[in-house]
């Protein structure tokens, strides 16, 4: 059994900041490639980030490109989302997903939430404008 929890979502006006956490337990030996989505009132889910297993592949949405920033430490299945500069557009539930990899690999993340088969039960961020 794989646990996926997310934690740090919050109110913060237009302009502020929060930091999200996320932590994959349950297989002690298990690598996985990790990532961050999101899902607003009456859309549909939408990528966020992502970053391998070794940490160089890191990938984002344009919507937040320069603004968020994911980070890991390498061979840890702990995953943090830096979020600045929030607007109210990104008001969202925000999920954390992850994939199994085997230990090995070094390859690059997913951006398609259908490659993830562990997920959390998220975290409401809600910025106010």
């Known amino acids: 059994q794989v646990h996926v929890v997310e934690s740090g979502g919050g109110l913060v006006q237009a302009g502020g900041s929060l930091r999200l956490s996320c932590a994959a337990s349950g297989r002690t030996e298990a690598s996985y490639v990790m990532g961050w989505f999101r899902q607003a009132p009456g859309k549909e889910r939408e990528f966020v980030a992502a970053?391998?297993?070794?940490?160089?592949?890191?990938g984002y949405a344009d919507s937040v490109k320069g603004r968020f920033t994911i980070s890991r430490e390498n061979g840890k299945n702990t995953l943090n989302l830096q979020m600045n500069s929030l607007k109210p557009e990104d008001t969202a539930v925000y999920y954390c997903a992850a994939h199994r990899v085997p230990s090995w690999y070094s390859g690059g993340y997913y951006s398609d939430g259908n490659e993830y088969e562990y997920w959390g039960q998220g975290t409401q961020v809600t910025v106010s404008s």
């Open positions: 970053i391998g297993w070794i940490g160089y592949n890191i």
